[in-house]
């Protein structure tokens, strides 16, 4: 096959940094630091919060906003009603603030979609956007953007990112749905009396607050009565800050805007987002992302979903099918029903279908390891791909000292339950260029586009670097094992 790996190459950059609450310390120590602000005289902390602001300014937007929010949060640590002067309320704010450099370690596993916009560009060019798994201290993942054009002649162009990062304010969904939630609970093993007490003091649609509400009074009611209900309060919590939205300012280019893990979750991660350009049957056009969640010890698969990358709402998937790691939603409906690629037993591939996008409850066996190169395990890299000939499915394949190479199958357009053709050796394998990075010996995506006949797709390198390679099609096509 005429694969060619093309430029530009994706780095991390350190030096692209957001500002995050410092809460390292604990309430003692807290006090002490807030304690010690409080003493200085008014004319040292103008100057100690003139250094800071001259030192730190110029690497963020709002940075003064998130100064003052932060003064609020620790508030409480205060021991005097009295006014304070904007000036300490921001010096305070400051030593409960820190960088966070999100793609210090690894900048990589992309997923490429169109464009919303392709106003404004030349015949035969087409305008993308290129989500990115950024990885910074801690191993925390985030989910990043770039955006770039792609000519007539396969030619990449990215644009440049600015120095800044943005975050986007946060809300929690505004209502929840009683019945969804009890199912939910149920789902997670979280479904009791204390649970039955919480809910029946809800209306059918009910706010995080009323939520909360109804767990401080059940709490109070039952106090020494029930050991495990700390436990399943925040199991109850938690389940209802995993659905939320965010927002960007429009003023934001693309490449600052980032989406960093805040629901209980996702605090360890929000980890290889498979974006898909999804057509609804009247038309509309809504971008969803698959990704996994991971909270530090279980992994959760959600789904965001967004029309213009600047509101994103994130959702939790239900349902016992619901499981590990790597769904990939296919671009359109199925006969009426949504369909599903996934890998609940981290070795072979699945397909599912729901008449409810965040519902899953059945599934059955699609595609297990057949060659040398997958025997390990064989996954998905992203959201099929619809062609003439069927759905394109990239894989990728775990082989000999756990090398991941990338494949390709084939389904039936008609009936994707169907292989018809799949790839016996490896797309694309690491290189020697390739195989040295965070994990070595891997090249992985979350998703490619075809253009022109030829396959787009962006790829990482030992979970380090991405980069892209094209591919013609029909190559693909003609190399397959047709079944």
């Known amino acids: 096959m005429r694969v060619q790996r093309i430029g530009p190459i994706l780095k991390p950059d350190s030096s692209r940094v957001l500002f995050r609450a410092f809460n390292p310390m604990g309430d003692r120590q807290d006090l002490h630091v807030v304690a010690r602000i409080m003493a200085l005289p008014e004319q040292e902390v103008y100057r100690l919060l003139e250094q800071v ?92 953007f770039r955006e770039g054009t792609i000519d007539a002649d396969n030619h990449i162009v990215l644009e440049k990112p600015t120095r800044y990062v943005s975050t986007p304010e946060i809300v929690p969904n505004p209502t929840y749905d009683r019945n969804l939630f009890e199912r939910k609970l149920y789902e997670l093993d979280l479904w009791d009396d204390f649970a039955a007490e919480v809910l029946a003091c809800l209306n059918e649609q009910f706010t995080l607050e009323e939520l909360k509400e109804a767990l401080q009074f059940v709490e109070k009611q039952r106090r020494g009565r029930y050991r495990g209900e700390d436990q ?30 805040t629901s209980p979750t996702e605090v360890n991660g929000m980890e290889d987002a498979r974006f898909v350009q999804f057509h609804e049957d009247d038309g509309r056009v809504i971008y969803y992302a698959t990704y996994t969640a991971y909270d530090g010890k279980v992994v959760f698969p959600q789904i965001l979903e967004t029309e213009d990358f600047l509101h994103f709402r994130i959702s939790t998937l239900n349902g016992p099918e619901v499981q590990n790691k790597g769904m990939a939603l296919f671009p359109r409906r199925i006969h009426g029903r949504y369909a599903m690629l996934s890998r609940q037993d981290n070795e072979n591939l699945y397909i599912m279908f729901s008449d409810m996008l965040h519902f899953w409850y059945t599934k059955q066996p699609l595609l297990k390891p057949t060659y040398p190169w997958e025997y390990v395990q064989v996954g998905n890299c992203g959201s099929p791909i619809e062609t003439e000939a069927g759905w ?32 016996k050796e490896p797309l694309l394998m690491p290189n020697a260029d390739e195989r040295e990075g965070y994990v070595p010996n891997v090249v992985y995506s979350c998703g490619g586009v075809l253009h022109n006949g030829y396959l787009i797709l ?20 003609e190399a397959m094992v047709w079944v």
Do not use: C
């Not at 989500?131 to 201290?137: C, D």
């Not at 894989?395 to 389904?411: D, N």
């Open 53 to 144: 602001m001259k030192e730190f300014q110029d690497r963020h937007y709002k940075l003064r906003s998130f100064f003052l929010k932060r003064f609020e949060e620790v508030r409480p640590l205060l021991l005097t009603d009295a006014p304070l002067s904007e000036e300490r309320r921001l010096l305070i704010g400051a030593y409960f603030t820190h960088e966070y450099a999100l793609e210090a370690a690894a900048l990589f596993n992309p997923s490429i979609v169109w464009h919303p916009d392709q106003s404004g560009l030349p015949e035969g060019v087409r305008r993308f956007v290129l989500s990115l798994r950024a990885t910074g201290e801690g191993h925390i993942s985030s989910i990043t």
């Open 458 to 477: 962006p790829y990482a390198m030992s979970d380090y670097a991405s980069r892209f390679a094209i591919v013609p099609l029909e190559d693909i096509l």
């Open 232 to 261: 399943v309060a925040r199991g109850i919590l938690a389940l209802a800050q995993a659905n939320y939205e965010v927002f960007f300012s429009p003023d934001e280019p693309l490449s600052e805007r980032v989406l960093f893990p």
């Open 392 to 423: 394109l499915v990239l894989s990728h394949g775990v082989g000999p000292m756990r090398k991941y190479s990338i494949g390709a199958f084939l389904l039936d357009r008609e009936d994707p339950t169907k292989v018809i053709g799949r790839l």
